[in-house]
Each structure stands twice: as C-alpha cells, then as structure tokens.
C-alpha cells in the first residue's frame, strides 16, 4: 500500500526556474493538502483541494500555484523560485470525515 | 483563525524517565485534536487522535494524551520513554466546521539520553 507518494525526494533550484512537486494518492481519498515545513514554524499549509476541481489558498499561498489534475493527483508549482522557498515540502490527504491526514515522505527544496 | 502553540521547542529526557509535551489551542469551538510524530528525514505520523468521548485518548507506542477543553490543552505524555523516541512532534488542530484545515503547532524536539 503505498499511501502518499511524492516526487521528487530533493531538489535544487537556482533563483528564477520553475518546478512542479508531484502528490498522488492511492487511498481514494477527497481532501488533498501542500504543507511547507520550516524549523520552529512546524507545517503551514500552502493550498488545499477539499475534492477534484477545487482548490483554496492556505495560510501562504504566496510564490505557488497548484492543481488538482484528478482525484488521486494534486500538484504544486513554482513559477520563479525564490531561496525563500528553501524548505521541505509536504503532501498530505485525507478521506471526507477528515478525522486523520496521511502524509507523504516529503521533498526537500533548495533554492540558491 | 485557528493556532496551537506548543509551549516546548526541544525537550532532552533521560531513557526510561516520563515526559510531558505541552500543547494548548486557540478555537473556542468543537474541533478535532492530533498528535503526529516525525523520526528524522521522514515524513508525520499519526500518534493519536481525539475526536469526541473520553478525554484521556491512548495512542501507539505507548503515548497518551488529555484533552482539556476549559483550558483548551491537549497535553501528550509518555510514562518511560526509550532512545527510539527521539525524534520531532507535532499537534494539531482541525475545526469540525472548518473541515479541510488542518492547522499544526511549531513542534517539539524531543532527545532522549542513555
């Protein structure tokens, strides 16, 4: 059962190029999230998607843009990376009574 | 809008001595309470969860946590702990009405010592 699998695992990135982190989910499930993970700040959510063809900012959707190409893939992209974006980036979903998030193993971003 | 602060950054614990991580909330309303924990270089998972009913809540690994609604805590606790715990901590709140979002406190470092 592979759950959330995120690609790719790390990532550097120089000042201005753009990338897509890809999420996908084999639980069937409605809600799909992108969470950046910083030291002390502990997971802010980026976007959301409650189902497919929804999607809602977060606490800083600044610098990113998403999609929810069907309801087992939901992608996150940089247009212009910034090093303020160095981070580890976390998907997560979860089923329609929300009563558990499953996470992926993350992928860490350096923009230099 | 929802916070959760968690009062501790790190906590250095002795092997086998009891620890106590702290965790308090903002919502004033019903919501859903978690603890995840996150060994190094992986992804969160899920300790426990408090959702209605009792509110002393046993998770895996021999973790409990207190739900505390007049002073809207959700304090995990572990009687002995062992090396293997060490590792970062999470809690989290989502609001029945809110649904979607899950809002996470800055975690707690714990390193537990031979």
């Known amino acids: 059962n592979a759950g959330v699998t995120q690609t790719p695992k790390f990532q550097v990135l120089k000042t201005g190029q753009s990338m897509t982190l890809q999420c996908a989910q084999d639980?069937?499930?409605?809600?799909m999230y992108w969470y950046r993970q910083d030291p002390g700040m502990g997971l802010r959510l980026i976007y959301y998607?409650?189902?497919?063809?929804?999607?809602d900012k977060g606490e800083v959707p600044n610098g990113y843009n998403v999609s929810r190409l069907n309801k087992r893939e939901f992608s996150l992209r940089l247009e212009s990376a910034a090093p303020s974006q160095t981070s580890v980036y976390f998907c997560a979903s979860s089923s329609t009574d929300h009563t558990e998030a499953f996470f992926g193993q993350g992928t860490r971003l350096t923009v230099v | 809008a929802q916070s959760v602060t968690q009062l501790d950054s790190q906590v250095p614990v002795f092997e086998e001595a009891p620890v106590e991580l702290r965790c308090n909330y903002s919502?004033?309303?019903?919501?859903?309470l978690f603890w995840y924990v996150q060994y190094p270089n992986q992804g969160l998972q899920l300790l426990l969860k408090?959702?209605?009913?009792?509110?002393l809540v046993k998770g895996i690994n021999g973790f409990e946590a207190e739900f505390n609604k007049s002073q809207t805590s959700f304090h995990l606790r572990k009687p002995s702990v062992h090396i293997s715990d060490t590792a970062e901590y999470f809690c989290a709140v989502r609001h029945k009405a809110a649904g979607n979002k899950l809002t996470f406190g800055g975690g707690t470092r714990v390193l537990v010592k031979p």
């Open positions: 639980m069937n499930h409605n809600s």
């Open positions: 919502s004033s309303v019903s919501v859903y």
């Open positions: 998607s409650a189902s497919e063809g929804t999607t």
């Open positions: 408090y959702l209605s009913g009792s509110t």
